[in-house]
């Protein structure tokens, strides 16, 4: 085939990046490989759930899980025989053993409230999460100090001072919290308290609101009482107050800004100030059921938010890795639009692979020029390759097209070997939209080929 024209070339390559790898490049840490979210306490005790987490930490990295209900009355971590409170911790130790065992560590998510300790009989979800209040808060802190103390006697203080304890899920929201923001700070600070007195090194954290809320009266309330912080935590989705009351999901991802999460990424560090900023959850939606979930759409929505937050976010833990999820019930159809990365039959959705190109890049980013109203463009080098990501993204009900592009990469080696992966239409169970990465080995060539 003979060599393309000039004038040829610009008809088909409309948009034109550029980067120069002789220039100086910038941290690039993973912060998304940080912590990965799950259902509740009690599905850890399934086979399938950790044989997905496992197969998840090893070939995408995370390195915590985090889930609800610890505290919850199916976890019997606390129950009331006459007057007599008893405690009960095994069936945490098998799920904390478990997840030790396969090389990660938990993200303590401390909820939800005990019957025994409740002031309320209001629940959520199918397991029935109770969200009231304590109806004492010194027998809420005893609770917690027994159980932490029970970790550090059990793992030991080395051990427990790597993990993040947070305090509750999303008590902005009355579905979570019955309380006012008042109580939840009481209860913050009881909490912090009691971790604290048994090992002042033990990291401790919150809000965990819903749609970045309450971060500046947190930090602000923290200072003012002098309480620890060590970081701040909160959830965001696209679909978060968008549209009009009632709005389906597919409405409110249309009348969403493109890059709605780094907007709000970005307020959220301010207000966060000095504090590491954890975001505990984000998914493409907050919909459990929303097939967009299983589509190459939630692939390039990940990549490009994902490389949008670097420089805002110390933790980006992504919401689920796997659709053994029971906060509603188990559909029998392996597509329906769940959370997870993984399907109830653990088989890899556009999403698992997208977080498969984005574990194995590297560790630097090179500076870059060029835009386009749907296509992003980043290079990341490592020790022996580089790899330029491409996503071309844009929201339902909006214009896109197949694009051509000429990446022009200055200061390149010659390259040994060059692979081309794609998570489109025809690769990785596309089915419309996609994202392709290509990387250049600088080394060794090695004996993996991509993933399909």
Sequence with gaps: MSALSESEAGAIYATQFSCDLGGVPEAFPHFWEHTVGSDHAPIALRADWQAQLKRCHEELGFRNVRFHGLLSDDMGTLIKNEDELLYSFHNIDEVFDFVLGIGMRPFVELSFMPKALASGDKTVFRYAANVTPPKDYAQWAELIRRLVAHWVERYGNAEVREWYFEVWNEPNLEAFWT???????????????????????????????????WLS???????DQQIACDFVSTHHYPTDALGKEGDDTVTQLAESPRSILREQTQLAKREAGAKPLFYTEWNSSSNPRDHLHDDPYAAAFVVKTVMEARGLVDCYSFWTFSDVFAENYFPSVPFHGGFGLLNLQG??????????????????????????????????????????????????????????????????????????????????????????????????????????
């Design 179 to 213: 309380g006012t923001q008042a109580e939840y700070f009481k209860l913050y600070k009881h909490t912090v308290e009691a971790i604290k007195g048994v090992d002042d090194e033990l990291k401790v954290g919150g809000p965990a609101t819903a749609k970045n809320a």
């Design 347 to 452: 088989i890899a959705k556009p999403l698992y692979r997208a977080f498969e190109l984005l574990h194995r890049l590297g560790d630097k980013q090179f500076p870059l020029t060029g835009e386009h109203p749907t296509v992003d463009v980043w290079v990341i080098g490592g020790s022996d390759k580089f790899t330029v990501l491409a996503t071309n993204y844009e929201r339902p009900r909006h214009p896109l097209r197949k694009e051509h592009l000429r990446i022009a990469l200055a200061n390149a080696p010659q390259p040994k070997v060059v692979c081309i992966e794609r998570i489109d239409d025809e690769h990785a169970n596309a089915k419309a939209l996609g994202i392709a990465a290509i990387t250049v080995s600088l080394g060794t060539p090695s004996e993996s080929g991509p993933a399909p």
């Design 217 to 223: 009266d947190f930090v602000e309330f923290c200072a």
